[in-house]
């Protein structure tokens, strides 16, 4: 059916985005005056006799808003308003009904089913003309929103999109998994709760002697705390020894370990001198000799390492310490403590401890501790590395809530020492 057309009037900038206009009605009378009436005013006007042609006309032709009688033989106007609603469309369609129905259940049954706005018949003039330009105003506002939304999801998408490459440099920080080192191996473990995360876990020997291991999670989340994590890799990098605040040269040809607690006082010193600066970090860190299995290691704020015995025993060591960046002029206390052939020490971030369960309560330090020994008992009883580190994650994956992702970063540096009888030059 061809649209009715006349000559018209300018439209007013609020009916700049209502144009078409559906009008359906069973009386051929009431069609041709409201008909008249929007072609008078410069809109676009299709009609239908019924609501079933109206529906067969929709398929073809997209109104801008409907105008359409409650009571028609066959199907209704509320009913027509209803399966209007399920139309696909890209923009929204205003609808007004049409009644002499001017009861409160009878307005609440035609809002229910997707009216916008009622008109009383007989039509006024005056009265549909401010009708139209209110559904023009909100069909306005509409399609500002929707051009806003459409920008938003372009610059979150390029948002995204950086962030991506982002998480992608912040894996390069974690180049490798594994390493053997003949007399002790180490296993990392970095899973982000998002994009890019704040926890940092690595490793790094300048000679065949020993072996450093550290774990890091900078407060709060998010691309703050990944750049964060990629300036204090910068300090802790094992491909450049020199750049290294945990190494210093001894003889020429030497690269000796720092004591941790000073590595600790260097860091802090370092970002605590930052203006600006509001994050701070904890870190666990300890260096193991080979030849003795003698560890000494830091705990700044870091959870408790936990010690796991060859023979399934384990304890947690350390005491706590004040973290990095949080004060200047701070001192750290150093721990130590022996390893023997067999055993493993993992060094963790709070993703683990304070991990949310299906219960509501966290993790904890015990839940840590019988998670472990799972793990040693298991169907992996025999699992070392990255395949025991990959154990214990999924392993808390099953008891944290049903479908809630874990709210934290989860991350894990685990020593295995076997002995000085098996080293070898790194």
């Given amino acids: 059916m061809q649209p009715n057309t006349a000559n018209s009037t300018t439209l007013t900038p609020s009916s700049a985005h209502l144009r078409r206009v559906l009008v359906v009605d069973d009386s051929v009378v009431q069609l041709k005056i409201l008909s008249a009436m929007l072609n008078r005013w410069g809109f676009e006007v299709w ?5 079933e042609a109206a529906l067969e006309l929709c398929e073809t032709v997209v109104p801008d808003a409907v105008l359409s009688d409650w009571m028609m033989p066959g199907m209704d106007g509320l ?5 209007f609603r399920k139309l696909r ?3 929204y369609g205003y609808f007004i009904l049409l009644t002499s129905k001017s009861e409160k ?4 049954a035609g809002l229910d089913a997707g009216a916008d706005d009622f008109l009383t018949k007989p039509v006024n003039s005056d009265e549909l003309r401010a009708r139209i330009n209110a559904g023009a105003r909100i069909l306005e506002m509409e399609r500002k929103l929707t051009d806003t939304l459409a920008e938003l999801r372009g610059a979150c998408d390029a948002i995204d999109r950086d962030l991506r490459q982002a998480r992608t440099i912040q894996e390069a920080l974690v180049p490798r998994r594994f390493h053997d080192y003949g007399p002790a191996r180490v296993s990392l473990l970095l899973k982000p709760c998002g994009h890019v995360g ?20 900078v407060s709060g989340h998010g691309i703050t705390s990944a750049l964060m994590t990629a300036r204090v890799a910068g300090y802790l990098g094992g491909d450049f020894p020199d750049q290294n605040i945990a190494l210093e040269r001894r003889f020429e040809h030497l690269v000796a370990f720092c004591p941790p607690e000073e590595v600790a006082r260097r860091l802090n010193a370092r970002l605590s001198a930052d203006p600006g600066v509001a994050e701070y970090l ?11 299995g003698s560890v000494k290691m830091v705990q700044a704020g870091h959870p408790p390492p936990l010690l796991i015995r060859a023979n399934g025993e384990v304890e947690f060591m350390g005491c706590g310490g004040l973290p990095i960046g949080l004060l200047s002029d701070v001192e750290y206390d150093r721990i130590e403590f022996d390893m023997r052939p067999g055993d493993r020490l993992l060094i963790y971030s709070d993703g683990f401890s304070e991990a949310r369960l299906k219960s509501g309560q966290m993790l ?3 839940g840590l501790a019988e998670l472990v ?8 009883a025999d699992a070392q590395g990255t395949e025991f580190l990959d154990d214990l994650f999924w392993r808390l994956s099953q008891l944290a809530r049903d479908g809630v992702p874990l709210e934290d970063d989860i991350s894990a540096a685990l020593l295995e020492f076997d002995g000085p009888d098996d080293a070898q030059t790194a």
Avoid at 282 to 292: E, N, Q
Wanted: aromatic fraction near 12%; include cysteine; hydrophobic fraction near 35%.
């Fill in 79 to 83: 009913e027509f308003c209803r399966r």
């Fill in 373 to 380: 020994g799972q793990c040693l008992v298991g169907q992996g």
């Fill in 47 to 51: 009609q239908a006799e019924s609501a």
């Fill in 105 to 108: 259940g009878e307005i609440a």
């Fill in 282 to 292: 904890t870190m666990g860190y300890a260096v193991i000799d080979f030849a003795t």
């Fill in 364 to 366: 904890d330090q015990g």
């Fill in 198 to 217: 704040g926890d940092l876990v690595g490793f790094f020997s300048p000679n065949q002697f020993g072996l450093g291991v550290y774990s890091i999670d």
């Fill in 89 to 91: 469309r890209d923009n």
